[in-house]
Nanobody, 114 residues
Framework: QVQLVESGGGLVQPGGSLRLSCTAS????????MQWYRQAPGKERELVAT????????NYADSVKGRFTISRDVAKNTVYLQMNSLKPEDTAVYYC???????WGQGTQVTVSS
């Protein structure tokens, strides 16, 4: 059974940092594309970052380039999203996704506010 479990969200001040984690189970993690999405209140879900299978490409939304970093630890079956220089407009529920398996995590709330 494919399962994705996110953690690491919370409240942070503008300019601060957070690291989100998504632990995968039920599939061969290293072989699949992993993505992070976010959805702010009243807005559509937005693709934030994509990490292809091991050794593949990495892509970011223009809104987070230079501030966010996606990475994966195969030994831990975990994909991370390091978020630096956070802005209030980064406030959203963040979701981990394995798109080719049509699998989503439950989401973790990130709130950037002073």
């Amino acid at each position: 059974q494919v399962q994705l479990v996110e953690s690491g969200g919370g409240l942070v001040q503008p300019g601060g940092s957070l690291r989100l984690s998504c632990t995968a189970s039920g599939f061969t993690f290293s072989m699949y594309i992993m993505q992070w999405y976010r959805q702010a209140p009243g807005k559509e879900r937005e693709l934030v970052a994509t990490a292809d299978s091991i050794g593949g490409s990495i892509n970011y939304a223009d809104s987070v380039k230079g501030r966010f970093t996606i990475s994966r630890d195969v030994a831990k079956n975990t994909v991370y999203l390091q978020m630096n220089s956070l802005k209030p407009e980064d406030t959203a529920v963040y979701y981990c996704c394995a798109p080719t398996l049509a699998s989503w995590g439950q989401g973790t709330q990130v709130t950037v506010s002073s």
